[in-house]
């Protein structure tokens, strides 16, 4: 499957952003999807990730409560809603198959690339 991210844009501190996973290739329906976001200097981290068949989503604990992962089967795309944004959001954001479960998801894409991500700068 090929999966593009897009969506960011810049965005006032406490504004919302939704970014899009579009997928094509294949369909959706047993994959597992996860979000990453990276800031230049610094690791690649994960943000959430779905499990697309068994609807099990996980969230990294700093955007429990502010991000909320989905797909949308007819669009076989997957979503990441974020709210309550904070300049700390900042960052390039991926999408990318990887492990995903309630405890954790993995952190390098089974495709072995990780594509071109969307930017998401939030102002304070």
């Known amino acids: 499957v090929q999966l593009q991210a897009s969506g960011g844009g810049l965005v006032q501190a406490g504004g919302s952003l939704t970014l899009s996973c579009a997928a094509s290739g294949s369909t959706l329906d047993y994959y597992a999807i996860g979000w990453f976001r990276q800031v230049p200097g610094k690791e690649r981290e994960g943000v959430s990730c779905?499990?697309?068949?068994?609807?099990?989503?996980y969230y990294e604990d700093s955007v429990k409560g502010r991000f909320t992962i989905s797909k949308d089967n007819a669009k076989n795309t997957v979503y990441l809603q974020m709210n309550s944004l904070k300049p700390e959001d900042t960052a390039v954001y991926y999408c990318?198959?990887?492990?995903?479960?309630?405890?954790?998801?993995?952190?390098?894409?089974?495709?072995?690339?990780w594509g071109q991500g969307t930017l998401v700068t939030v102002s304070s």
């Open positions: 779905i499990n697309t068949a068994s609807r099990m989503t």
């Open positions: 990318a198959e990887v492990p995903c479960d309630v405890q954790g998801m993995g952190l390098i894409p089974k495709s072995g690339s």
